[in-house]
Nanobody
């Protein structure tokens, strides 16, 4: 099992930026995928971006060009840089982990083994 600890959420005005961090603690895997999801009240959990142990990344169309994902392998930490934030980006953001590399698509939420506790992002207009 992998414990995921997220940080970096907060409140920001529209057009602003935030960077989320997700530290992975526990069992080590040679190949893995980590991802960011978000869930707004009354909505389904939405996959945003993912990165694997080979450095491949994938993004959902809803965040392409505004969000970037990166990782520090030495620190086992995943980052989500969010720019040009909009009120509709308001949600709880979650980090997720699964063994194995990315394929050609973003994995769905039920394909991830471990989840962080979530961090709230609020964007005001």
């Amino acid at each position: 099992q992998v414990l995921l600890v997220e940080s970096g959420g907060g409140s920001v005005q529209a057009g602003g930026s935030l960077r989320l961090s997700c530290a992975a603690i526990g069992r080590f895997y040679l190949s893995y995928t980590m991802a960011w999801f978000r869930q707004a009240p009354g909505k389904e959990r939405e996959g945003l971006a993912a990165a694997d142990s080979d450095g491949r990344t994938l993004f959902a169309d809803s965040v392409k060009g505004r969000f970037t994902i990166s990782q520090d392998n030495a620190k086992r930490t995943l980052y989500l840089q969010m720019n040009s934030l909009k009120p509709e980006d308001t949600a709880t953001y979650y980090c997720a982990f699964r063994p194995g590399r990315l394929t050609s698509r973003l994995y769905t939420s039920n394909e991830y083994n471990d989840w962080g506790q979530g961090t709230q992002v609020t964007v005001s207009s």
